[in-house]
């Protein structure tokens, strides 16, 4: 038996393989890139593209993709063979160093929200060389990023880079200042867990709306849901568990860390948690953890749901963005040092993200933006709309001391005064746990919990990195021209706790109280809805940070935003009429149908035994009849809600559509969908219900 050892990294590409197969001078230069930013050398392209084709067949592999993240949120490949015909008749492998670099997919039916005209059908793809190549299947995966011929970005992958290395020039600055002259890289790692659920393939293949949408669009609730707390770290059941070592092998083939696994509070909702790493290789290895849960769950006769929420009534499922940043010599910057002048360097980065996170609320918000994220966000199960940041009891109190110049009164009640050498050193917070705000301050790192299960984790990291970044830049332009530099460094600390504290909430995020202060009190953002946030992307102040940050382009922006607001519609829309199918072809007649049996019944009974009461059926037959016409009047309005789209004058009116008729419509159908359900016998009722599936594992 193959021990983990063996499989661990066996289908990639990974730096030892690369050690033991490239040619010095080109492993030395590749490594230069990955190590610290520096670009790619073209001439070490051959070398590479020889030794990775190589490696490639010797492990099975005939063909090579370059894989990449195109708008839609999946990922994308379009596989070539490596076989070249010899003058003998027969095949020889080969692989250029111009095929490595550069490909050119036929790219125009990927979103492009009209950067890509139409002449200019085929954008390109370009080797990321810092993020390893690995085997699925029979074929080489290149990751890279995706442009237009004009050089707009079309992908997720193009801007997280810009945004690392935005916030790796002014990290670069801070920690010169601070005497460090080390460090040549900074980057932000990010560890992210995923939440999913596992239904029965063959209950799962008789529901129109799972198998179309992701999600049920109907279904009373169970007489059991997640009220006994069972579920949670609970024993995992023996098909799960085979599942789920299955995954692992998969994922530990590819090089990646998958860590821990739980059951999650949801009846058949698990986690899944990998090691942390570099964004830009998180990223990455998260879309393909995501694409391996459910290709290895449809191998057990199941199906991984990643959508936000498959079921109503239980909790969704999201994915908490773990993230910290670090030197390339491996100092956290979000750990708390062991003296006062390493803690002021802390002090200093921890306040370019509270100040980031609050000058960028929304952008923040934008990030997690869509359709199945907005059934979460704000609904008891997961962080509110609203953002705001934990640190924990011990850090609040230094931040308060340091802003009032009061003592502070933490573990060594230690006298604050101004200059760096007085600040003081404290205990990282490793006991306070607050599972209810949506980024939380975690001891070394700040965990976002706001995004979506299915959702790349790329766009959260791009709005995270460049707005750090844009804190980190003016604290560096301030500093670099400081007459005295621990005079102006404790100024500007306060100065961020003054401004920014709003952002700060330490209590019970899902409380109601809480919403009514941040936004009536603080005047923090409340966007409840992928319409709402939207379109403030394209507002002046954000525009501008991340135009001058250089990860985005207006056009880019002006793109994307159409793109998302496109997704919301189209998401929407397909779920409505998904709706409107089932309940015109299945739920109406599978209602009306008992009714009509049970009328029946009255009548046999009435033959048999002429005096005797069918109060029972009569009053079903009743109630049945009037929920089935009410539900033939939902349908019609929400057929026609549907229509009107139409009569929107731009993607922004129509989204505020989806949100105002075509969602509550939904919701009016499903009310009296889910009632009928609860009265019509089991054997009559056309799909199988939340019982069936919740516990069919
Ligand atoms: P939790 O209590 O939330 O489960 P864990 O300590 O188990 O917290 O970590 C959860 C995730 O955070 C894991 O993916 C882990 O690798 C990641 N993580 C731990 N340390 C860091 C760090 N310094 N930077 C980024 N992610 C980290
Ligand atoms: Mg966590």
């Known amino acids: 038996m193959e021990t983990v050892k063996d499989i661990f990294g066996s289908l990639v590409f990974d730096d030892r393989t690369m050690k033991a197969t490239l040619p010095a001078n080109v492993y030395a230069s590749i490594k230069k890139t990955i190590d610290e930013g520096k670009p790619l050398d073209a001439g070490v392209a051959e070398g590479a593209a020889t030794a990775m084709k190589d490696w490639a067949v010797a492990n099975g592999a005939t063909h090579y993709t370059h894989w990449f993240q195109p708008l839609t949120g999946i990922t994308a490949e379009k596989h070539d063979s490596f076989i070249s015909p010899a003058p003998d008749g027969g095949v020889i492998m080969e692989f250029s160093g111009k095929e490595l670099i550069k490909g050119e997919p036929d790219a125009s039916s990927f979103p492009s929200g009209g950067l890509r005209a139409t002449f200019e059908a085929r954008g390109y793809t370009a080797w990321d060389p810092t993020s390893f190549a690995f085997i699925k299947g029979k074929t080489l995966c290149i990751p890279t990023a995706f442009c237009s011929y004009s050089g707009h970005a079309l992908d997720k992958k193009t801007p997280l880079l810009r945004s690392m290395e935005a916030l790796n020039k002014q990290a670069l600055r801070i920690l010169r200042l601070f005497g ?137 499922s999201g994915k908490h963005n773990n993230w910290s940043i670090a030197t390339d010599l491996g100092q956290n910057l979000l750990s708390p040092g062991e003296t006062p002048y390493e803690n002021a360097q802390f002090l200093l980065f921890l306040c370019a993200v509270i100040k980031a996170v609050d000058d960028y609320q929304d952008l923040l918000r934008i990030s997690v933006a869509t359709a199945g994220n907005d059934h979460r966000l704000g609904a008891n199960e ?12 011990e850090l609040n109190a230094v931040l308060e001391a340091i802003e009032n110049d009061t003592p502070y009164q933490g573990a060594e009640k230690t006298q604050m005064k101004l200059g760096v050498n007085v600040l003081p050193k404290f205990n990282r917070d490793a006991t306070d746990r607050n599972r209810t705000s949506p980024f939380a301050f975690t001891g070394n790192k700040f965990e976002f919990r706001m995004l979506g299960s299915s959702n790349s984790i790329a766009c959260a990291n791009i709005m995270l990195n460049s707005a750090v970044a844009q804190s980190l830049k003016t604290y560096a332009d301030r500093l670099e021209g400081a007459e005295d530099f621990e005079t102006a460094l404790h100024e500007m ?205």
């Open 493 to 697: 600390i306060k100065k961020t706790i003054k401004d920014h504290k709003r952002i700060i909430f330490n209590g019970n995020g899902y409380d109601d109280a809480w919403i009514a202060e941040a936004t009536e009190k603080r005047g923090l953002l409340n966007y409840r809805t992928t319409a709402d946030c939207m379109p403030h992307l394209l507002d002046k102040k954000n525009a501008d940070m991340l135009i001058s940050q250089g990860v985005f382009s207006q056009a880019e922006l002006q793109s994307r935003c159409d793109i998302m607001l496109e997704n919301y519609c189209k998401t929407v829309t397909i779920e409505a009429r998904t709706m409107i199918e089932m309940a015109e072809r299945q739920i109406a007649p599978a209602a009306a149908g008992f009714a009509a049996k049970t009328a029946a019944g009255i009548a046999a009974k009435k033959a048999v035994l002429p005096g005797v009461g069918c109060a029972y059926e009569t009053k079903l037959t009743e109630k049945l009849s009037l929920l089935t016409d009410g539900i033939a009047e939902k349908t019609a309005d929400l057929i026609s809600a549907v229509k009107e789209l139409e009569k929107a004058k731009d993607i922004i009116e129509e989204s505020a559509m989806i949100r105002d008729t075509v969602l509550p419509g939904m919701e009016a159908l499903r009310a009296l969908c889910d009632e009928a359900e609860t009265l019509t016998s089991k054997e009559d009722w056309p799909f199988p219900t939340y019982a069936d599936l919740l516990f069919g594992v």
């Open 382 to 393: 997961a962080p509110p709309a609203v953002v705001s940041i934990f640190l924990g009891d």
């Open 180 to 316: 460090n002259t080390e460090a040549r890289a900074v980057r932000t790692n990010v560890g992210p867990e995923q939440e999913y659920f596992l239904v029965d393939k063959k209950l799962y293949d008789k529901r129109l709306d799972l198998r179309l949408t992701g999600r049920t669009l109907f279904g009373a609730p169970a007489p059991k849901g997640q009220e006994m707390d069972d579920h949670y770290f609970g024993v995992i059941k023996p098909r799960v568990a085979a599942y789920m070592e299955e995954l692992n092998r998969e994922l530990w083939k590819l090089g990646i860390l998958a860590k821990t696994e739980h059951n999650e509070v949801a009846p058949a909702q698990h986690e899944l948690a990998p090691i942390y790493t570099t964004t830009n290789l998180a990223t990455d290895q998260n879309q393909l953890t995501m694409e391996i849960m459910q290709k290895v769950a449809s191998k057990h006769g199941l199906v991984c749901l990643l959508h936000e929420k498959p079921f109503a009534g239980v909790n969704g």
